[in-house]
């Protein structure tokens, strides 16, 4: 199923000093649609409601709510005539009015005041709207007068960008198929939409445009992925935007990550069973991991031991750091252990002939083997 990120342009901001109450805010239609520029053709009719709430443990005091719906004839106006917009408000005890002058609605309490407790939702309604014949966003501001305890009663508003989009505008019905797959797993995204409008397809840091397109094939995804099909129309200067979203869940996902905090049981270590290790034996780690070499002195030219890494690809002779171990009294059982990272290289390396007994045991951070790559005199 798609996910409705947008119902129209409705990027939110807030004043320095923050609401006390949090505000949705959804459309009916959706997206809201212009009227027809033809004056003789009636004119769409839509609907705004404002979900508000509380939400914290203390109540705040509210004198009044006030919404500001700009008027006219012109893009960034939402409706043609105010007074035939119908508010409401699910409070009781509270009263809804149109400020004519100031294109406001006005939502008050019986008193001077009234609480909104942390359990109180409720909703403000603008119904009947004679929707504007310019295609645009329409800045509507919501502006609450409130306090908590004895403090100064201050405006605090938040502005809503709401979009009105051409009459035969549409995008519908953008779907991720299959929603589950295994890493690395291909999908198919496919949707509906309208020729009036510029698509773009964003996941990760990717960014396509796809507005001649009603679906695309996506390979080798790797980790749980959201896809952003976004519409773009109207004026260049005054666009309307609507964003749907598609998921994609991946069975055991790469994970990209910072900090990390887990509750429960987890595997991070693979142990390998140990190998013979061979003078002048030359290894990859295919993932990171810790090279343990076990080892014992079984003859009188033994002297000591080296584990040379090297970068992937780079020469033997460049290396990234050496460690050496004495190979100590014969028969006396030593060991050395170095960390290698994912692609690095190990060279085994025995001062003596056959006098040294060596295996090697390789602990990877998940599934990755030590790759024997040969031996290599040095």
């Known amino acids: 199923m798609s996910l409705v990120v947008q119902t129209q342009n409705s990027s939110t901001t807030a004043a320095a000093d923050d609401p006390l109450l949090s505000c949705t805010v959804t459309t009916t239609p959706s997206p809201l649609k212009a009227s027809p520029e033809n004056p003789q053709v009636p004119e769409e009719i839509g609907e705004l409601i404002f979900s508000v709430a509380r939400q914290s443990s203390t109540p705040a005091d509210v004198e009044w709510i006030k919404v500001k719906v700009p008027a006219g004839a012109m893009a960034p106006d939402l409706a043609t005539d105010l007074n035939k917009i119908s508010p409401r408000i699910s409070l009781t005890g509270w009263t809804a009015r149109l400020d004519a002058t100031a294109k406001e609605f006005v939502f008050e309490p019986t008193g001077s005041h009234a609480p909104i407790g942390p359990d109180t939702g409720f909703t403000i309604q603008l ?26 009663f201050q405006n605090r508003p938040t502005i809503f960008n709401i979009g009105k989009f051409p009459a035969d505008f549409y995008l519908r019905n953008f779907l991720c198929t299959p929603s589950i797959v295994p890493n690395p797993g291909d999908v ?4 509906e939409r309208s020729a009036n409008a510029t698509y773009e397809l964003l996941y990760g840091d990717v960014n396509l445009d796809v507005t001649n397109r009603t679906s695309l094939d996506i390979e080798g995804i790797k980790s749980d992925t959201t896809f952003y099909l976004r519409a773009t129309t109207g004026d260049p200067t005054n666009p309307v935007v609507r964003i749907l ?8 996902p790469d994970l990209d990550i910072g900090n990390l905090t887990v509750n429960g049981s987890t595997r991070i ?4 069973p140990p190998v013979a290790m061979r003078d002048s034996s030359d290894w990859r780690a295919t993932t990171d991991g810790i090279v343990t070499v076990a080892f014992k002195s079984i003859g009188p030219n033994a002297r000591n031991i080296d584990l040379r890494i090297r970068a992937e690809g780079s020469s033997y002779h460049d290396l990234i750091a050496v460690f050496s171990a004495d190979a100590g009294a014969e028969d006396e059982q030593k060991s050395l252990s170095v960390p290698l990272q994912r ?3 190990l060279h085994y390396l025995q001062r003596s002939y056959s006098d040294i007994d060596a295996t090697v045991h390789w602990c990877s951070f998940g599934d990755g083997e ?8 040095w």
């Open 370 to 377: 030590l790759e024997f790559l040969g031996i290599v005199p």
């Open 269 to 272: 270590l693979h142990r390998y």
């Open 245 to 252: 979203s598609a998921q994609v869940s991946v069975t055991k």
């Open 127 to 152: 119904s009947d709207i004679p929707m504007s014949r310019k295609v645009g966003t329409a800045p509507i501001t919501i502006t609450e007068r409130s306090r908590t305890g004895n403090s100064a």
């Open 343 to 345: 692609g690095e290289c």
């Open 188 to 191: 198919k995204l496919t949707w």
